[in-house]
């Protein structure tokens, strides 16, 4: 079922429309609306970057892995999302676009990372839900949802 609801709100004539498809809510609104509205997967997402950037001692080395061989402009490509088997443990793929190899790290209990990755192999073989490249890591391992 889809339901899709659009309110016009203040006296600038700002618009709020929010989409509501099973589970997935989706809410945006327009600048002048003066109302932060956001959605609640990516507020989990962001949730997950921050345990990772906060509890991972191991972060730098998985950038390093991440970024081996790219002499300008390293950079990893990353997915920020949910273990399928453990869907309360977030999982981080991270991919180097020059050795074509890829990581994924599952959160342990609470906030911390383990220090070797639950999987390792080609890119190619990644599920096609981890491949929504859909965070940016930088050289000391930080992670930033986009």
């Given at each position: 079922m889809?339901?899709?609801?659009?309110?016009?709100v203040?006296?600038?004539?700002?618009?709020?429309?929010?989409?509501s498809?099973?589970?997935e809510?989706?809410?945006?609104?327009?600048?002048?609306?003066?109302v932060?509205?956001?959605?609640?997967?990516?507020?989990?997402?962001?949730?997950?970057a921050?345990?990772?950037?906060?509890g991972?001692t191991?972060k730098e080395?998985?950038?390093?892995?991440?970024?081996?061989?790219?002499t300008?402009?390293?950079?990893?490509?990353v997915?920020?999302?949910?273990?399928?088997?453990f869907?309360?443990?977030?999982?981080?793929?991270?991919a180097?676009?020059?050795?074509?190899?890829?990581?994924?790290?599952?959160?342990?209990?609470?906030?911390?990372?383990?220090?070797?990755p639950?999987?390792?192999?080609?890119?190619?073989?990644?599920?096609e839900?981890?491949?929504p490249?859909?965070?940016?890591?930088?050289?000391?391992?930080t992670?930033?949802?986009?």
């Open positions: 889809l339901t899709l609801c659009v309110a016009a203040g006296a600038g004539g700002g618009v709020i429309a929010a989409q498809k099973g589970e809510t989706s809410v945006s609104a327009s600048e002048d609306a003066g932060d509205a956001v959605d609640p997967v990516d507020e989990s997402l962001q949730a997950c921050d345990i990772w950037n906060n991972n191991n080395s998985v950038a390093s892995f991440s970024m081996v061989a790219q300008e402009n390293p950079t990893a490509y997915h920020v999302g949910f273990s399928e088997l869907r309360d443990r977030c999982m981080i793929t991270v180097n676009p020059s050795t074509l190899l890829a990581q994924q790290y599952l959160q342990d209990g609470g906030a911390s990372w383990s220090i070797a639950a999987w390792t192999g080609s890119v190619n073989d990644l599920d839900s981890n491949l490249w859909n965070a940016r890591m930088a050289q000391d391992g992670i930033t949802v986009l």
